[in-house]
Nanobody, 123 residues
Framework: QLQLAESGGGVVQAGGSLRLSCAASGPAFKNFVMGWFRQAPGKAREFVARINWNYVDIYSIAVEGRFSISRDNAKNTVDLQMLTLKPEDTAVYYC?????????????????WGQGTQVTVSS
């Protein structure tokens, strides 16, 4: 069982930056692929980024070049650095953990989820 808790959300102006953090408690954090998803009002939850055991990262087209995911296996944390934020980045951001090696842009591939943290980008 892995428990995840996000922090770092808030309100920022367009063009600004935020850093989200996800703290994991439980065994074998380093064995999980860690992902970030987001859900905007009235929309389905969507993939943002993920990082695997070997620190290989993948991003959605919407955030590539602006967001950066990183992990610290010694501290059991995974962060999402968000730069040049846009109003369309407004959403609840969720941290998730998966034991899978494939389909890692899909919600159903993830076994554990945090409660989410709100990010609001004003224009």
């Amino acid at each position: 069982q892995l428990q995840l808790a996000e922090s770092g959300g808030g309100v920022v102006q367009a063009g600004g930056s935020l850093r989200l953090s996800c703290a994991a408690s439980g065994p074998a954090f380093k064995n999980f692929v860690m992902g970030w998803f987001r859900q905007a009002p009235g929309k389905a939850r969507e993939f943002v980024a993920r990082i695997n055991w070997n620190y290989v990262d993948i991003y959605s087209i919407a955030v590539e070049g602006r967001f950066s995911i990183s992990r610290d296996n010694a501290k059991n944390t995974v962060d999402l650095q968000m730069l040049t934020l846009k109003p369309e980045d407004t959403a609840v951001y969720y941290c998730a953990a998966s034991r899978r090696v494939d389909y890692l842009k899909e919600e159903w591939a993830y076994d554990y989820w945090g409660q989410g943290t709100q990010v609001t980008v004003s224009s």
